[in-house]
């Protein structure tokens, strides 16, 4: 391990803190010293490897909370479920880590796979096998017999995709510790789901209150936390009394919502990226307005809640929801944070803090990465410009010249241009259906066959 220091860049230290002028001090993949105690120590270590920053950013990595590395820019559901393969995904996935690299993501919380295969990935990276962001991950994501967002897609028992169905209090018990045995560092529950027939606006919870607890408190016994995708009201307040550690989403939250949530501080990641992506982005797709207009409303529906939940200091994580098409890897992880800053009220400074500091909770490493300070690991960023005037500055790979992650410096080139993989994505003929009047306009006849030049 090679030690090292950065010179003259404008360190942002990831406690919300305002940029600062000075060094970083890095020793055996930790942060030694920072400003001048980092000069006078370098002073006396002759040969030390200088990194100069001069016009660049210094800060903590960047860690998206809400990534699914194996889900390669899914287009739907269904191609998650039914053309992936267990190693290739496994192998994609390893290739679409690097990107997270060059995006300035040191660390990654991946909430539920295909064929929970993404413990392998973490496990490989751990062991320098490939090169990646830190990783923490679940398993398979527990639903009910009711399924989750895909309805009927998903098989009423068993696996799908990246979900497991638990249909009985002992089937909760025996997965929740399966999953543990195989190495999750969370267990994941999609707590709402939708039904066809149903009157209730939105996503609805499809777990009794029982259950949510017994996955808790087998989880916790195994010292394992729990994480819940919650859209509304009642999944939120549920999982939220049940003893849930991480709450995905949590949009349209009501005052009992939100104060189970403010009582027990519970850290939520909106994972808004996806949203705001299309609302900005989706003409551009040719999403249609109604669409978007659904969109739109679960973020600004959320802005009274969210915005509260900040002040009475409920952590806010940044996740991208990386891994569906409208955000590719490497593209977004940065954004979050402007659905913080624009939505949500928060100071650039306080949003990079959500994507740092009280992010590394997900990684389950909260005080130990996501700041630069004495003692800390050494995930570290160097980014051209002033980031907090500018956060789409984390955008643009060419701006994120070094990402060190235990002070080990990776491999910032881009990757081999991809060519498609038979089977992979979901073919389609075109998405318009032939009708005679598509092909020959709403009066015009086909003009009969020439015989005469035809033969
Ligand atoms: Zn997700």
Redesign the pocket.
Known sequence: MTDLIIENGRIIDGTGKPAFEGSVLVEDGKVAAVGVAADSAAKKKPGLRRIDATGQTVMPGLIDT?C?LSFDDAGSNSEIFFQRRNALSALVASYNARKLLRAGVTGVLD??STFENMTDLRDAIDANIVEGPRMSCGAYALITGVGGTAGRLINDEGTTGYYMAVNSKDEIVREVRRQVKYGADWIKVHVTGIIPRQAHKGEMCVWTMDELKLICDTAHDLETPVMG?CRGADATRKAAEAGFDLI?HATGMDDRALQAVIDRKIPIAP?LTFQYNMVEFGPRIGTSDSLISIFEREITDSIETMTQAHKEGVPLLTGS?A?FALVPYGDWHYREMEVFVKYFGLSPLEAIQCATQKSAFGLRMAGEVGTIAPGQRADIICVTGKVEENLALLGNPDNITTVMIDGVEKDLSPPPRRKPLSGWRLASIGDKRLTRELAYGPEQEPAPLNVEELH
């Open positions: 809400h699914h909430p539920d995708h995905f994972a929801e891994g």
